[in-house]
């Protein structure tokens, strides 16, 4: 496997996201605090921390898929390109065809192969007609790296597919209504090694064109695949930065307790 | 160019990527919209289905409440010696010669002194029509006071006769002066008469407790009409469907939740029991006719076999229910058991029935109501006939004839007389209210002792 | 002696039986119950159940046989030359058993009764008097028999109650021999405790049994006095008691179809659309507010939406809509019923949905809403397709309850057989017909009797089939997401 970390070129390309002073309650739990985060364009960014530090729930505001949780509340502001997506007049339908979203389940609609990639333009009503949709369906397949596995059999169901097979269906159909940032919550806690390691090649490739915010358990996946890095401590983002810094030359102790094992 | 390139390197042109947030496009607004008409969809089916259950018991109460209070007449009836006790001896036996008849004629002779005594205008009729707005059961109820009490004879009583239906029904506006012109039992006269006489306080209109307590009485008089024997049936039925759809219930579960192997045998007994709890009730009705009266001989109308053919339908959902009480429970508290040297029947009976009790018992309770509500069944096995005696204390009177209060509501709905009606409804808030305590009772016996592992 | 004071006695011997087989084992064992190979009550028990498993065996098989045996003497006095010719022997064994009741009232008011005997018509007088209503004049054969009826019964409670407490003396000195303190009463209980348990089990499978025999006997017996063809194929229904009936299941499968289409007209949408609400939009308080509402619909009994049906629905709809309409006259109808009965299907289908709807994984709804969906385009595109083989399930079962309901149809659909497509017309079902053909005094030897087995066979079948998919399916289902 090659060490991304070599070859790292950040861009200095401008801000897609940037989140300033979030708070996110639920009920009466102060889930997360205070927190500013630039998210850069055609880049990958990981968040990394220990079980139940918050990376998640900030995740799931970028998207405003707290909205489904009745308990939760947001504060602050975020943006999208300069955009407040928490702003009364923003739909989070639409938001979440902007900012599209992989879970760390792989969940498969029990539809056949092509309606899983074919939902988000269908319901967005991006295509005219059935040979537009056959060609966005063939691209976010090759995109995805499975069209060779799959082309013969585009109407079976998804969830016959393997654990891997179905996060990179899962990445197609996220990919199919072209959003302009992909979150991905965990998405490699179900898969084997193998799976793993497509996955994040993926994710990689997906860089050219999205920016992918990418939420993680495992450290050497942060190190492989981003090249920012945040890390997240009991609700407050401790240190945000390159992901060579992060790692090599922390400038929080907390964040060098958990890089070398001693907390999470 | 296609809306979206599936090389992804050009921007598409539809309206999701490269636009406003704050600008919503016309298909967005339009899938909002039917956003909405999908939740208010939601909306009008609970409110459909709450409206009908509004609907269906504002109808039942507003027919049935007026069961509850009866037309008395309160008149001073002297019992007259001569006529009720011609042997004069006092001697309760010798007095029983005299049918009802007899004690029919002294009401209505005290009711027309009555009348004449307060200086009521009875207008055109006659003593013998002014007698007939008695109920003729009153005359029932006074010979069995006499008989009860001989001492009564020679003095005079103030008696409560229940009024005839059709005076009953003007008060509570099921007769009219219209339809009593054109009812051959009842004139408008004799409303009328009952107009003054309830002004002149002798005929009144309260509570009857005598509902709850009466027997069935015949096709003409509603008025006399009781749940007495229903409510005693019901309790007959189920005092046995308790004995024994509870303990072989728990039985059955524990074999089969705890000891039976997984196998095709057990699994057939599963899905057996699962198809026994949707088996159509009036099955068990043919099942009762056919092997417990016909071949076992059991009494027909009996609450016994009515409790039988109950414990063999409430038996699948009292099992459903216990089985996951037992599953419930979580297999720790067996290995504790088993740990410490238990056989594996005392952990069952010492620990883990124990705890799913609560589970078990509401389970039962609400099984329990649902037989207590079944009627079908009840139809095939003669439990319809008409009682007029109370059965005896049990066991024995588990085998006298009986009614139940589901087949007397069915009962009164085919009788021809419409203050029937009024009865069936009155019935079934008895009815009702028995369901509500027991429900109730399985609410609060899992709310309190619920437990999650 | 009475059975109540028979089972007392037995009861009171199992008690000291218990007691005994306690105190024998503790002596046994010299007072040290450490040297018992069991706990002492275990020794008890054992004792106890010695007792009472035998002879309640006796007992339940005794009264079982008792009413055969008693039946099968009395009908052997009665010749066929004595049941008159407008009526049947069971309306003979009926009265048979009231003269036998009779007799022993009239013996216990200290009458002659072997002389009133010889004297039917004295006899009838004297019956008269203690208030026994015959149907038929006594003849010589049924006073015999009914006497036979008393003598059989009082020598069977006697050889019952001899029998029963000399075996359950029996059975407490057996199991109070066996006490020594190396026998293992533990186990032997948990033997006898586990064999009771497979027994109690097997009670379900014996009603599917006895349901099965009894339906399929009386249906073969009727299709001995009727031909099979006519009942299957004919298109009329029209029992005549004196004979020559046109006995054809179509009316009344038509009827029970129409009436349960219309309910589920009814409750389908309906149901489906709340439990749909109540599991994606309620707010918890909503939903629990709300929810036991609805089921309140399941918890009231048929009888109440019978009545329902005649008094309220009925005539509503016949007034309002049918007689302006011109389309009939009668209070039930096959829409009266079918409405009624689609309230009371309601929360079958919409509970059964409603835990099928929430066994729908969380991930899914969030896949779909995380690309942008809308909740109701979730629902209807994710979330139902991923359901629906539960919730067909659960339509199944709610057909099943439907066609086998009686109450409701009995009271309103009326009883007229009839293959009409207008739903405001009364037309009847196959229950309604089960009920109208087995109430009242019925002799059990003509077709327009035995009909109903047959009827209650073809139902059986129905439900048992739609019961049966729906089980697996639902069962599948839960499977798959568990």
């Given at each position: 496997?090659?060490?991304?970390?070599?070859?790292?070129?950040?861009?200095?390309?401008?801000?897609?996201?940037?989140?300033?002073?979030?708070?996110?309650?639920?009920?009466?739990?102060?889930?997360?605090?205070?927190?500013?985060?630039?998210?850069?364009?055609?880049?990958?960014?990981?968040?990394?921390?220990?079980?139940g530090?918050?990376?998640s729930?900030?995740?799931?505001?970028?998207?405003r898929?707290?909205?489904?949780?009745?308990?939760?509340?947001?504060?602050?502001?975020?943006?999208?390109?300069?955009e407040?997506?928490?702003?009364?007049?923003?739909?989070?339908?639409?938001?979440?065809?902007?900012?599209?979203?992989?879970?760390?389940?792989?969940?498969?609609?029990?539809?056949?192969?092509?309606?899983?990639?074919?939902?988000?333009?269908?319901?967005?009503g991006?295509?005219?007609?059935?040979?537009?949709?056959?060609?966005?369906?063939?691209?976010?397949?090759?995109?995805?790296?499975?069209?060779?596995?799959?082309?013969?059999?585009?109407?079976?169901?998804?969830?016959?597919?393997?654990?891997?097979?179905?996060?990179?269906?899962?990445?197609?159909?996220?990919?199919?209504?072209?959003?302009?940032?992909?979150?991905?919550?965990?998405?490699?806690?179900?898969?084997?090694?193998?799976?793993?390691?497509?996955?994040?090649?993926?994710?990689?490739e997906?860089?050219?064109?999205?920016?992918?915010?990418?939420?993680?358990?495992?450290?050497?996946?942060?190190?492989?695949?981003?090249?920012?890095?945040?890390?997240?401590?009991?609700?407050?983002?401790?240190?945000?930065?390159?992901?060579?810094?992060?790692?090599?030359n922390?400038?929080?102790?907390?964040?060098?307790?958990?890089?070398?094992?001693?907390?999470? | 160019?296609?809306?979206?390139?599936?090389?992804?390197?050009?921007?598409?042109?539809?309206?999701?990527?490269?636009?406003?947030?704050?600008?919503?496009?016309?298909?967005?607004?339009?899938?909002?919209?039917?956003?909405?008409?999908?939740?208010?969809?939601?909306?009008?089916?609970?409110?459909?289905?709450?409206?009908?259950?509004?609907?269906?018991?504002?109808?039942?109460?507003s027919?049935?409440?007026?069961?509850?209070?009866?037309?008395?007449?309160?008149?001073?009836?002297?019992?007259?010696?001569?006529?009720?006790?011609?042997?004069?001896?006092?001697?309760?036996?010798?007095?029983?010669?005299?049918?009802?008849?007899?004690?029919?004629?002294?009401?209505?002779?005290?009711?027309?002194?009555?009348?004449?005594?307060?200086?009521v205008?009875?207008?055109?009729?006659?003593?013998?029509?002014i007698?007939?707005?008695?109920?003729?059961?009153?005359?029932?109820n006074?010979?069995?006071?006499?008989?009860?009490?001989?001492?009564?004879?020679?003095?005079?009583?103030?008696?409560?006769?229940?009024?005839?239906g059709r005076?009953?029904?003007y008060?509570?506006?099921?007769?009219?002066?219209?339809?009593?012109?054109?009812?051959?039992?009842?004139?408008?006269?004799?409303?009328m008469?009952?107009?003054?006489?309830?002004?002149?306080?002798?005929?009144?209109?309260?509570?009857?407790?005598?509902?709850?307590?009466?027997?069935?009485?015949?096709?003409?008089?509603?008025?006399?009409?009781?749940?007495?024997?229903a409510?005693?049936?019901?309790?007959?039925?189920m005092f046995?469907?308790?004995?024994?759809?509870?303990?072989?219930?728990?039985?059955?579960?524990?074999?089969?939740?705890?000891?039976?192997?997984?196998?095709?045998?057990?699994?057939?007994?599963?899905?057996?029991?699962?198809?026994?709890?949707?088996?159509?009730?009036?099955?068990?009705?043919?099942?009762?006719?056919?092997?417990?009266?016909?071949?076992g001989?059991?009494?027909?109308?009996?609450?016994?076999?009515g409790?039988?053919?109950?414990?063999?339908?409430?038996?699948?959902?009292?099992?459903?229910?216990?089985?996951?009480?037992?599953?419930?429970?979580?297999?720790?508290?067996?290995?504790?058991?088993?740990?410490?040297?238990?056989?594996?029947?005392?952990?069952?009976?010492?620990?883990?029935l124990?705890?799913?009790?609560p589970?078990?018992l509401?389970?039962?309770?609400?099984g329990?109501?649902?037989?207590?509500?079944?009627?079908?069944?009840?139809?095939l096995?003669?439990?319809?006939?008409?009682?007029?005696?109370?059965?005896?204390?049990?066991?024995?009177?588990?085998?006298?004839?009986?009614?139940?209060?589901?087949?007397?509501?069915?009962?009164?709905?085919?009788?021809?007389?419409?203050?029937?009606?009024?009865?069936?409804?009155?019935?079934?808030?008895?009815?009702?209210?028995?369901?509500?305590?027991?429900?109730?009772?399985?609410?609060?016996?899992?709310?309190?002792y619920?437990?999650?592992? | 002696?009475?059975?109540?004071?028979?089972?007392?006695?037995?009861?009171?011997?199992?008690?000291?039986?218990?007691?005994?087989?306690?105190?024998?084992?503790?002596?046994?064992?010299?007072?040290?119950?450490?040297?018992?190979?069991?706990?002492?009550?275990?020794?008890?028990?054992?004792?106890?159940?010695?007792?009472?498993?035998?002879?309640?065996?006796?007992?339940?098989?005794?009264?079982?046989?008792?009413?055969?045996?008693?039946?099968?003497?009395?009908l052997?006095?009665?010749?066929?030359?004595?049941?008159?010719?407008?009526?049947?022997?069971?309306?003979?064994?009926?009265?048979?058993?009231?003269?036998?009741?009779?007799l022993?009232?009239?013996?216990?008011?200290?009458?002659?009764?072997?002389?009133?005997?010889?004297?039917?018509?004295?006899?009838?007088?004297?019956?008269?008097?203690?208030?026994?209503?015959?149907?038929?004049?006594?003849?010589?054969s049924?006073?015999?028999?009914?006497?036979?009826?008393?003598?059989?019964?009082?020598?069977?409670?006697?050889?019952?109650?001899?029998?029963?407490?000399?075996?359950?003396?029996?059975?407490?000195?057996?199991?109070?021999?066996?006490?020594?303190?190396?026998?293992?009463?533990?186990?032997?209980?948990?033997?006898?405790?586990?064999?009771?348990?497979?027994?109690?089990?097997?009670?379900?499978?014996?009603?599917?049994?006895?349901?099965?025999?009894?339906?399929?006997?009386?249906?073969?017996?009727?299709?001995?006095?009727y031909?099979?063809?006519?009942?299957?194929?004919?298109?009329?229904?029209?029992?005549?008691?004196?004979?020559?009936?046109d006995?054809?299941?179509?009316?009344?499968?038509?009827?029970?179809?129409?009436?349960?289409?219309?309910?589920?007209?009814?409750?389908?949408?309906?149901?489906?659309?709340?439990?749909?609400?109540?599991?994606?939009?309620?707010?918890?308080?909503?939903?629990?507010?709300?929810?036991?509402?609805?089921?309140?619909?399941?918890?009231?009994?048929?009888?109440?939406?019978?009545?329902?049906?005649?008094?309220?629905?009925?005539?509503?709809?016949?007034?309002?809509?049918?007689?302006?309409?011109?389309?009939?006259?009668?209070?039930?109808?096959?829409?009266?019923?079918?409405?009624?009965?689609?309230?009371?299907?309601?929360?079958?289908?919409?509970?059964?949905?409603?835990?099928?709807?929430?066994?729908?994984?969380?991930?899914?709804?969030?896949?779909?809403?995380?690309?942008?969906?809308?909740?109701?385009?979730?629902?209807r595109?994710?979330?139902?397709?991923?359901?629906?083989?539960?919730?067909?399930?659960?339509?199944?079962?709610?057909?099943?309850?439907?066609?086998?309901?009686?109450?409701?149809?009995?009271?309103?659909?009326?009883?007229?057989?009839?293959?009409?497509?207008?739903?405001?017309?009364?037309?009847?079902?196959?229950?309604?017909?089960?009920?109208?053909?087995?109430?009242?005094?019925?002799?059990?030897?003509?077709?327009?009797?035995?009909?109903?087995?047959?009827?209650?066979?073809?139902?059986?079948?129905?439900?048992?089939?739609?019961?049966?998919v729906?089980?697996?399916?639902v069962?599948?289902?839960?499977?798959?997401?568990?």
């Amino acid at each position: 496997m090659k060490d991304l970390r070599l070859e790292r070129d950040v861009q200095t390309s401008t801000n897609k996201i940037e989140a300033r002073k979030v708070q996110v309650y639920y009920g009466t739990n102060h889930a997360l605090k205070d927190v500013d985060v630039d998210i850069l364009d055609k880049t990958v960014t990981a968040f990394i921390g220990p079980s139940g530090c918050g990376k998640s729930t900030f995740l799931r505001c970028l998207n405003r898929m707290n909205d489904t949780v009745a308990s939760a509340r947001v504060e602050g502001i975020i943006t999208l390109e300069g955009e407040n997506i928490y702003d009364a007049r923003v739909d989070p339908v639409q938001l979440r065809a902007k900012i599209g979203m992989v879970f760390q389940k792989p969940n498969p609609f029990p539809k056949s192969i092509y309606d899983n990639v074919a939902y988000g333009p269908k319901i967005h009503g991006l295509t005219r007609n059935k040979a537009e949709l056959d060609e966005v369906v063939e691209g976010c397949l090759r995109k995805a790296a499975l069209w060779n596995e799959v082309k013969d059999r585009l109407q079976s169901p998804g969830t016959g597919l393997s654990g891997g097979q179905q996060q990179r269906l899962c990445i197609a159909r996220a990919i199919a209504t072209s959003p302009e940032v992909l979150l991905m919550d965990e998405p490699c806690s179900a898969l084997d090694p193998i799976a793993t390691a497509q996955v994040e090649e993926l994710i990689d490739e997906l860089r050219s064109q999205f920016s992918v915010v990418i939420v993680t358990h495992s450290m050497q996946q942060a190190a492989r695949v981003s090249q920012k890095t945040a890390f997240f401590h009991l609700g407050h983002l401790v240190e945000y930065g390159e992901t060579g810094t992060i790692f090599t030359n922390p400038k929080d102790p907390r964040t060098e307790s958990y890089i070398t094992g001693r907390i999470g | 160019m296609t809306a979206i390139d599936p090389t992804g390197a050009a921007g598409p042109s539809s309206g999701v990527t490269g636009h406003s947030l704050f600008a919503p496009d016309q298909r967005t607004n339009a899938r909002n919209a039917s956003e909405k008409r999908f939740r208010a969809y939601g909306v009008v089916a609970i409110t459909l289905a709450l409206l009908a259950l509004l609907w269906l018991l504002i109808s039942i109460f507003s027919a049935g409440l007026p069961a509850f209070r009866q037309t008395f007449i309160e008149i001073p009836v002297t019992l007259d010696a001569a006529v009720l006790d011609k042997a004069g001896h006092g001697d309760p036996k010798e007095m029983a010669s005299v049918t009802t008849i007899g004690y029919g004629k002294q009401i209505a002779k005290a009711l027309a002194e009555e009348v004449k005594a307060k200086g009521v205008d009875a207008g055109t009729l006659t003593d013998k029509e002014i007698g007939e707005m008695v109920s003729e059961d009153s005359a029932a109820n006074l010979r069995n006071m006499v008989l009860a009490n001989p001492k009564l004879l020679g003095t005079t009583v103030q008696f409560q006769a229940l009024a005839n239906g059709r005076i009953d029904g003007y008060f509570k506006g099921r007769v009219t002066m219209e339809t009593a012109a054109r009812d051959k039992n009842t004139s408008p006269e004799k409303l009328m008469l009952a107009d003054k006489l309830r002004a002149a306080g002798v005929v009144v209109m309260k509570f009857n407790p005598g509902f709850l307590t009466m027997t069935d009485a015949s096709d003409k008089r509603p008025e006399a009409a009781g749940l007495g024997v229903a409510i005693i049936g019901s309790l007959y039925m189920m005092f046995v469907v308790l004995c024994l759809a509870l303990p072989i219930g728990v039985a059955a579960s524990v074999y089969l939740e705890e000891f039976a192997p997984k196998n095709r045998w057990t699994d057939l007994i599963e899905v057996n029991i699962a198809n026994l709890a949707a088996v159509p009730s009036i099955v068990y009705g043919i099942l009762g006719l056919g092997i417990f009266i016909n071949i076992g001989g059991l009494p027909r109308s009996a609450p016994i076999v009515g409790g039988l053919v109950l414990t063999l339908m409430t038996l699948p959902r009292i099992i459903i229910p216990t089985r996951a009480a037992l599953k419930a429970v979580p297999p720790s508290i067996r290995d504790a058991a088993l740990g410490v040297g238990a056989s594996k029947l005392q952990t069952v009976t010492h620990h883990v029935l124990p705890l799913a009790m609560p589970g078990v018992l509401t389970g039962t309770i609400i099984g329990l109501a649902q037989a207590l509500g079944e009627t079908a069944p009840l139809l095939l096995i003669g439990m319809v006939a008409f009682v007029k005696d109370f059965p005896g204390a049990p066991p024995s009177g588990l085998f006298d004839p009986s009614s139940a209060l589901p087949v007397q509501i069915y009962n009164w709905t085919q009788r021809g007389d419409p203050g029937f009606v009024e009865r069936a409804s009155g019935a079934i808030i008895v009815l009702l209210a028995f369901l509500i305590v027991m429900n109730t009772a399985a609410i609060i016996l899992r709310r309190k002792y619920e437990r999650r592992w | 002696m009475s059975l109540g004071l028979l089972c007392l006695l037995l009861l009171a011997l199992a008690v000291l039986g218990y007691v005994l087989g306690q105190r024998k084992a503790i002596s046994s064992a010299g007072g040290d119950i450490r040297k018992l190979h069991s706990l002492p009550n275990f020794y008890g028990s054992i004792t106890a159940l010695s007792v009472i498993v035998p002879t309640a065996a006796l007992l339940v098989v005794w009264l079982f046989a008792e009413g055969f045996v008693i039946q099968s003497n009395a009908l052997s006095h009665i010749l066929p030359a004595d049941v008159p010719a407008d009526s049947s022997m069971n309306l003979v064994m009926a009265d048979v058993t009231r003269l036998a009741a009779g007799l022993a009232t009239l013996a216990g008011q200290g009458a002659d009764v072997a002389a009133l005997a010889k004297d039917p018509v004295a006899l009838k007088t004297a019956l008269g008097g203690a208030g026994v209503a015959m149907g038929h004049d006594p003849n010589p054969s049924m006073i015999a028999a009914a006497q036979a009826v008393e003598s059989t019964a009082w020598l069977s409670r006697l050889l019952l109650t001899v029998l029963a407490l000399a075996l359950g003396v029996a059975g407490a000195a057996w199991g109070l021999s066996r006490i020594k303190p190396e026998f293992r009463a533990r186990n032997e209980t948990e033997r006898v405790a586990m064999g009771l348990l497979i027994a109690a089990s097997l009670i379900a499978v014996l009603t599917t049994v006895g349901i099965v025999l009894s339906l399929f006997s009386e249906t073969v017996h009727f299709f001995q006095l009727y031909p099979a063809s006519q009942f299957f194929f004919s298109a009329s229904w029209n029992p005549k008691f004196g004979g020559g009936s046109d006995l054809g299941i179509w009316p009344l499968v038509w009827g029970t179809l129409y009436v349960s289409v219309i309910s589920l007209i009814v409750a389908v949408p309906i149901g489906l659309l709340s439990a749909i609400y109540l599991a994606e939009y309620a707010s918890k308080s909503v939903r629990s507010v709300v929810k036991p509402l609805i089921e309140i619909l399941a918890g009231i009994p048929t009888i109440v939406y019978g009545l329902f049906a005649l008094i309220t629905v009925g005539p509503l709809l016949r007034d309002f809509i049918a007689q302006p309409m011109g389309w009939g006259n009668s209070a039930s109808s096959v829409m009266t019923a079918g409405l009624v009965m689609g309230i009371m299907v309601i929360p079958f289908v919409s509970s059964l949905s409603d835990d099928i709807i929430n066994a729908v994984p969380q991930s899914l709804r969030d896949g779909s809403l995380g690309l942008g969906a809308t909740p109701s385009e979730t629902i209807r595109q994710v979330v139902i397709p991923a359901a629906l083989p539960g919730i067909v399930g659960a339509v199944l079962l709610a057909a099943s309850r439907a066609i086998g309901e009686t109450m409701i149809v009995v009271l309103g659909a009326g009883a007229a057989a009839k293959l009409s497509l207008n739903p405001f017309e009364a037309m009847t079902t196959v229950t309604v017909k089960i009920v109208s053909q087995l109430t009242g005094d019925t002799e059990f030897n003509s077709p327009e009797t035995l009909v109903a087995f047959a009827l209650g066979l073809t139902l059986f079948t129905l439900t048992l089939c739609l019961n049966i998919v729906a089980l697996v399916i639902v069962r599948k289902y839960r499977e798959q997401y568990e």
